[in-house]
T-cell receptor, first 111, second 112 residues
Framework: DADVTQTPRNRITKTGKRIMLECSQT?????MYWYRQDPGLGLRLIYY???????NKGEISDGYSVSRQAQAKFSLSLESAIPNQTALYFC??????????FGEGSRLTVL | LAKTTQPISMDSYEGQEVNITCSHN???????ITWYQQFPSQGPRFIIQ???TKVTNEVASLFIPADRKSSTLSLPRVSLSDTAVYYC?????????????FGAGTRLFVKA
């Protein structure tokens, strides 16, 4: 089983709909992250959390929100999806030394 | 935040050693250097991390000069399955993780 699990793996939705992407991990890391990747580009940080009570915005947080329900769970929400949020979304965890461990990704298409 | 510069793409042949160099001129004292590998539609995979000098693991070596303004990822005897995008990141460590910024990476294409 994967150490970092994302659900759903694929989702097609319409403009204006609320979408939640979920992430759970069994690595025991306190730090969790959400990244977005667009075709041919690197990853951009949306939000990160260093523990259950800590939430921080990344470089592209507008239009997104997150919830850290437990040490092992970190969800990303799009309150009102728009087409330019069509992308591949990755959840990641890290120990204090900072190396990132990624999930398999959630491909979101907003029509 | 430290930015990185690496070649956009590289070609190699099976069995050769591949060296990918990354420059990070404004690396901070607390920053680590970390390399990741990414295959299409998959999450990046951690390869190696270092702070200074040389680090080696079962898949790669990382060479970091004394000034730490650059680093070189060395992949020994590449195979076709090493065709991927390789990212150099600076940040992490006890104060980072969130400071790691992904650039466009280096697309390595290994030919038979």
């Amino acid at each position: 089983d994967a150490d970092v699990t994302q659900t759903p793996r694929n989702r097609i939705t319409k403009t204006g709909k609320r979408i939640m992407l979920e992430c759970s991990q069994t690595k025991g890391h306190d730090r969790m992250y959400w990244y977005r990747q667009d075709p041919g580009l690197g990853l951009r940080l949306i939000y990160y959390s260093f523990d259950v009570k800590d939430i921080n915005k990344g470089e592209i947080s507008d239009g997104y929100s997150v919830s850290r329900q437990a040490q092992a769970k970190f969800s990303l929400s799009l309150e009102s999806a728009i087409p330019n949020q069509t992308a591949l979304y990755f959840c990641a965890t890290s120990p204090v030394t900072g190396e990132l461990f990624f999930g398999e990704g959630s491909r979101l298409t907003v029509l | 935040l430290a930015k990185t510069t690496q070649p956009i793409s590289m070609d190699s042949y099976e069995g050769q050693e591949v060296n990918i160099t990354c420059s990070h001129n404004n690396i901070a004292t607390n920053d680590y250097i970390t390399w990741y590998q990414q295959f299409p539609s998959q999450g990046p995979r951690f390869i190696i991390q270092g702070y200074k000098t040389k680090v080696t693991n079962e898949v790669a070596s990382l060479f970091i000069p004394a000034d730490r303004k650059s680093s070189t990822l060395s992949l020994p005897r590449v195979s076709l399955s090493d065709t991927a995008v390789y990212y150099c990141l600076v940040g992490g460590g006890l104060t980072g993780g969130f400071k790691t910024i992904f650039g466009a990476g280096t697309r390595l294409f290994v030919k038979a």
